[in-house]
């Protein structure tokens, strides 16, 4: 069987990069029989910003795309209405607020190390985007990593520190020099970049025409 490493670089704070991870699923989930799939997430941060206490999303949105709230409003119903499709929790999409993402990548990291790297990332997803939670909220992440199982005071202890700091610092070098600017991006066999939260379709084409190269 075909062996196939997916690098996902991706924001907790990007819808897109939860609607193409549900995309993905399915795409993986269809070549199951003829690969193996081997995916690995990496840091990207929209907001990198760390001060402040946010804004509501719809007016940051607005100001960032030179949108009115009314045009982004509609962006954001539809995109509701992709997930819901999913079966995502998107019902708090247009009430959560901005948020800068760097300790949630570091405890992604950590719960990568555990197994529970894509469980952790989801489960971020759903408290930012279903509940509109703090994501930045040690509270709200040490619920995330309780919420898969893992151990909620070893997570305590690591947003204690800095550790995971600097990894996600290099995974986000890294990938910026790469040349990845938007998010999600996936990197097929460290080779082929795949831009984008791509229909499953398309997605099982290219990884297809990837597993037929020499």
Known sequence: MTT???DIVSDIACP???IGYA?????IAELAPEMDFRVEWHAFELNPDPSGDGEPILPALARKYGRS?????TNQAQM???ARDLGLNFDKLQERHTRNTFDAHRLVKWAGEQGKQTEMKQACFDAYFGRAENITDPGVLVACVESIGLDGEAARAVLATDRYADTVREDEARY???????VPAYIVNQKYLISGAQEPDTLV???REIAAEP
């Open 205 to 207: 084409s290219a990884f």
């Open 4 to 6: 196939v490493q997916i």
């Open 80 to 82: 509701m209405e992709i």
């Open 16 to 18: 897109w990069c939860a």
């Open 23 to 27: 995309r993905l699923e399915k795409a």
């Open 176 to 182: 910026q020099q790469a040349g990845v600017s938007a």
């Open 69 to 73: 709230e009314a045009e982004m409003q």
